[in-house]
């Protein structure tokens, strides 16, 4: 499985962002997609993830992005969104999604997602 992320870039306090993760190659052996972060001197968090595998997509969330981001999943086009809204400058960081292949049910541990793609970085500014 390969990942492409796109969508970063500089926003404004409250501004909003869309980023883009494309899946190709053995997507069928997806059963979750994940959205992480990383801010400088920071290690990597859990941001959000989606059910890949089944219709329905249980979504889940990091408490510190709830309500203000969204993510979704386009089986079709292979593609997970992450629609962030409201955004502050803690919020900077380089984005990364990940696959898992491996059905846990610990959808926050970085440790238990296979396929990562390369970040990309998300700035706002105060």
């Known amino acids: 499985v390969q990942l492409q992320a796109s969508g970063g870039g500089l926003v404004q306090a409250g501004g909003s962002l869309r980023l883009s993760c494309v899946a190709s190659?053995?997507?069928?052996?997806?059963?979750?997609m994940g959205w992480f972060r990383q801010a400088p001197g920071k290690e990597r968090e859990f941001v959000a993830g989606?059910?890949?595998?089944?219709?329905?997509?249980?979504?889940y969330y990091a408490d510190s992005v709830k309500g203000r981001f969204t993510v979704s999943r386009d089986n079709a086009k292979n593609t997970v969104y992450l629609q962030m809204n409201s955004l502050k400058p803690e919020d900077t960081a380089v984005y990364y999604c990940a696959a898992a292949v491996r059905i846990y049910s610990d959808y926050d541990r970085a440790d238990l997602y296979d396929y990562w793609g390369r970040g990309t970085l998300v700035t706002v500014s105060s």
């Open positions: 190659g053995r997507t069928f052996s997806i059963y979750r």
């Open positions: 989606i059910t890949w595998r089944w219709s329905g997509g249980s979504t």
